[in-house]
């Protein structure tokens, strides 16, 4: 699954476009490096994303192409949500 998509179907960003922006804008990186929109994930992958004053690094634990809001949040494990005050990263 393309990392764009997963952003969005797991709820991280609310939409593709914005997906696609931070990743052009080098705001998210996999497994340490950074990501085009288009970078294909895996189960298990490691995702660092900068999103507004928010940093947020999670495991991916599972790939679907659909699913209920209410279960977006199983898709990954939190590692590391820190954020910062007022500024942009």
Do not use: H
Not at 67 to 81: C, F, N, S
């Amino acid at each position: 699954m393309r990392i764009d998509k997963f952003l969005k179907v797991s709820r991280i960003v609310k939409r593709r476009t914005v997906a696609k922006e931070i990743c052009g804008a080098g705001r998210v990186k996999l497994n340490g490096r950074p990501a085009k929109a288009g970078s294909e994930l895996s189960v298990g992958d490691k995702l660092e994303v900068v999103y507004g004053t928010r940093l947020l690094e999670v495991e991916v634990a599972e790939l679907r192409e659909n699913l209920p809001a209410k279960e977006a949040a199983t898709l990954y494990t939190v590692l590391r949500e820190e954020r910062q005050g007022g500024e942009e990263w």
